[in-house]
């Protein structure tokens, strides 16, 4: 299979949901995050042990959902989050939408 | 700091590293080319109003119509160059000539020699005939100027001593019968025993006829296809009809011109009007015949990019040589004429060889890289399928005067290969914080919060950073992706110069991702 093959059919794999856009901004230990190099853990360690939420590794500070069709969903901690935390994750959804641009003109241009 | 990230180097710090941007770098590389091919008056050389045809980048094209004119009998000068001449120093006559094959090709005669009169005079002449207009095909006899293309493809195929003049008025009739018979004998037209004599004695130009006479494809493929195998070597067959010395001499002009304008056609600096002698495998024993210099050195040139020996065919042509143009030509697979030719283009060196032997030829460059591009556009009408392997399949069809434009369509590839490989998403990480763009789009951002004020400020500079590198990659995917694919519905129009303007949209984004560069250059150094 030529490069070109893989790269094609790699696209073909990874773009399953464009239906929606999706930025979570987690705090707490993120060195079993970084260790492990994947975010297959990330909800695991978001779950609290038992039920006491304190012992959770990570915890959810900021989730914004973007719709299809222009509806978000946001999700704020107050009294964990920060000015700097607020600001990055902005930054996360501003990254996100251009990865989508980046994307939806791609195709666009394919189907011209 | 991990520095085992699969995409971009993750030691932030190291700005050198990061200035290898495969998109960016190979982006960089392409415009160069399409830079230079454009200030060589390659593209965008037909003036926008009849007022600007007086520009130095319409000149070269004025000089090849001038000279495809004279070539039709619409121009009258002595020789080729003084035909060219006219464009600049005798505009009267030139636009005179202009008005007259516009009507003979029921163009507007306005003698604006714009996009229209171009098409007309390159679909005519150049030996390329999938863009032949359907009423030409079918009533060929309405247009004059179309009489005039069959009578000037007769001459230069050997078939005729005539090219049309300033005075014609019909196709000579037994240089078009010629053609009919030679196009039986090769088994290029099949017709059944009864139907031949009248098909040869009918002076009407039926359409197969005169779409195999302008398609040189076609009769490069018969040729390849009728010769016959004796003591283990390759030989043009011994025709019946052709019985005598005459009627020979008659194939080997025949032959020889055809490789000739084959060569002619993929960019060589051919004379068209060389002698019609050349030795041919099997029909010439006990003959001593000369070579002619110009065809021996392109046919070892061939020879070496095929992976034969120089002398296969410098010496003499064979049915092996109009084979391996047929395969060029009908996308036949051939791994090691790939590699031979892959390794001939892997140094700068070269392309600035090939660019300058492009600066010479002008546009015999232009011919030779319409010629790769037609065979590109035959590709995609094949199979879908073949785009994936479209960068190895051009290699196949790279000749040395045509490097320029294999490696302008090799890059493209290249950059559609890199910028689909970082499209694959983004991971930074270091031991306080990551962040993952995943393909889709979706983010997730952990911080343990430990981390100094500032890194938050490069964190999200680096964002910033990925999500235009992403963006510029996407764009480059999709402009070259769609240029292909609109140049495969265009048959052979011009994908790099489709390429070259679609890409100039990147640049802005290129920018930008330069000025975030310095920005997190800086932010590192704090």
């Not at chain 1, 073909?12 to 975010?39: F, M, P, Y």
């Not at chain 1, 012992?55 to 914004?64: E, F, I, N, R, W």
């Not at chain 2, 789009?441 to 890194?455: A, M």
Request: proline fraction near 3%; hydrophobic fraction near 45%; aromatic fraction near 8%.
């Amino acid at each position: 299979m030529s490069n070109l093959t893989k790269a094609i059919k790699k696209v073909g794999e990874a773009i399953e949901d464009l239906s929606e856009l999706r930025v979570q901004t987690v705090i707490g230990d993120v060195t079993a995050v970084v260790k492990s190099k994947k975010l297959s853990d990330l909800e695991n360690l978001l779950k609290p042990a038992g039920n006491d939420a304190s012992k959770a590794k990570l915890h959810l500070v900021l989730d914004t959902t973007i719709k299809f069709d222009g509806d978000s969903l946001n999700f704020i901690d107050v009294d964990i989050s920060t000015p700097d935390l607020v600001a990055l994750h902005k930054e996360a959804i501003t990254a996100g939408l251009r990865h989508r641009q980046g994307l939806v003109e791609m195709f666009k241009g394919l189907l011209k | 700091m991990n520095d085992a990230l699969p995409i971009y180097p993750q030691n932030l710090g190291d700005t050198k590293s990061w200035r290898t941007i495969d998109a960016a770098n190979q982006y960089s590389r392409f415009d160069q080319l399409l830079t230079e091919a454009e200030n060589q008056s390659l593209f965008d050389a037909l003036p926008d109003s009849p007022d600007a045809s007086q520009t130095h980048a319409f000149k070269k094209r004025g000089e090849t119509m001038a000279e495809r004119l004279w070539l039709l009998g619409y121009l009258i000068a002595s020789n080729k160059d003084a035909a060219r001449a006219t464009f600049s120093d005798n505009r009267e006559l030139f636009l005179t000539a202009v008005e007259a094959f516009q009507r003979e090709s029921k163009l507007t005669p306005d003698r604006w020699p714009g996009i229209q009169t171009w098409n007309a005079l390159s679909n005519l002449v150049s030996f390329e005939s999938d863009d032949l207009d359907e009423a030409w095909l079918s009533s060929p006899e309405d247009f004059p100027a179309v009489l005039r293309a069959v009578q000037c493809r007769l001459f230069v195929l050997g078939m005729t001593q005539q090219r049309p003049g300033s005075d014609f008025k019909q196709i000579k009739p037994g240089a078009f019968r010629k053609f009919k018979l030679l196009a039986l004998a090769l088994g290029a037209i099949k017709m059944s025993k009864g139907k031949i004599l009248p098909f040869l004695n009918s002076p009407a130009i039926n359409e197969e006829t005169l779409v195999l006479l302008l398609d040189q494809d076609r009769l490069i493929e018969a040729v390849a296809r009728s010769n016959k195998r004796s003591s283990g070597k390759l030989y043009f067959r011994y025709i019946p009809v052709f019985k005598n010395w005459s009627h020979k001499a008659r194939i080997r002009a025949f032959l020889v011109r055809l490789i000739q304008v084959e060569f002619w056609l993929l960019g060589y600096d051919i004379d068209l009007s060389a002698p019609l002698n050349y030795p041919i495998i099997g029909f010439d024993e006990g003959k001593k015949i000369k070579r002619s210099r110009s065809l021996t050195k392109c046919l070892a040139d061939f020879a070496v990019l095929a992976g034969k020996s120089k002398k296969t065919w410098e010496r003499e042509l064979t049915p092996d040589l109009f084979i391996a143009l047929h395969r060029a030509a009908a996308q036949e697979d051939d791994p090691e004429l790939y590699e031979k030719i892959e390794s001939r283009v892997k140094s700068q060196e070269q392309i600035e060889s090939a660019l300058n032997q492009g600066r010479k030829l002008h546009m015999r460059l232009w011919d030779g890289i319409k010629r790769v591009l037609r065979w590109i556009g035959r590709l995609f009408r094949k199979a879908v399928k073949s785009i994936l392997d479209l960068g190895r399949s051009i290699a196949r069809f790279f000749y040395n005067k045509v490097q320029q434009a294999f490696d302008i369509v090799k890059n493209a590839v290249g950059v559609i290969v890199r910028a689909i490989g970082t499209l694959d998403g983004t991971q930074i990480r270091d031991e306080d914080n990551f962040i993952s763009i995943l393909f889709d789009g979706d983010v997730v951002v952990g911080t343990s919060g430990l981390s100094h004020p500032n890194e938050s400020l490069r964190l999200a500079t680096r964002l910033r950073l990925d999500a235009e590198r992403f963006c510029l990659a996407a764009q480059i995917c999709a402009l070259i992706l769609s240029a292909l694919i609109k140049s495969a519905f265009a048959r052979w129009a011009s994908l790099a110069k489709v390429l070259f303007s679609n890409l100039k949209m990147c640049l802005s984004i290129i920018r930008k991702v330069y000025t975030l560069e310095k920005e997190m250059a800086m932010l590192s150094a704090d």
